[in-house]
């Protein structure tokens, strides 16, 4: 059974793309920011190769599950980026403008990332409960508020 897993792996790429991202938002839940950045690296660097392997050549394969994989990459990145962002005292950076700059990470349509930050809405709320359970209304507010710009 195992190796049938393996084998179907091997005919769908983009999984270990979409399985890498959801790894990352986990981490990121737990507070694990070494494991995020590492599966954040690691679905990037998958999603590279099939852009160059597949995509240049097949640019229609994009639609449907490798779509789908970037776009949870894209809601790791921004939950990353976001939570970076609410623990800076100095609100130095720009939270959800970042198209431009992941995309030198990965290739990307606006639709894809567009699909990512509506979705991280639900990863910030689901921190903001969280957070709510120890009591840290600054932090829901917050929440609270980013979730409003989106």
């Given amino acids: ?6 084998n ?20 990121l839940h737990r507070g ?16 590279n190769k099939i852009e160059k392997e597949f995509l240049e050549a097949q640019p229609s394969l994009r639609k449907g599950s490798y779509g789908n994989s970037v776009e949870e990459w894209a809601e790791a990145r ?3 980026y976001w ?8 609100k130095k950076r720009v939270p959800f403008l970042l198209h431009n700059e ?3 990470e990965i290739e990307m349509t606006e639709d894809e ?18 957070r709510a359970a120890q009591r840290d209304s ?3 507010e917050r929440a609270l508020a980013s979730c409003r710009k989106i």
Wanted: aromatic share 6%.
């Fill in 32 to 47: 694990n920011m070494k494991q995020a950045r590492s599966e954040i690296e690691k679905a990037s660097k998958c999603a």
């Fill in 1 to 6: 059974m195992e190796e049938q897993h393996s």
């Fill in 102 to 104: 992941i995309r030198k």
């Fill in 83 to 90: 939570l970076l962002w609410v623990s800076d005292s100095e």
């Fill in 8 to 27: 179907t792996n091997a005919r769908t790429p983009g999984r270990d793309v979409l399985k890498s991202a959801k790894k990352s938002i986990f981490a």
């Fill in 113 to 130: 990332y567009l699909g990512g930050l509506i979705d991280l809405t639900g990863e910030i709320g689901r921190w903001a409960v969280a």
């Fill in 78 to 80: 921004l939950f990353e």
């Fill in 138 to 140: 600054d932090s829901v």
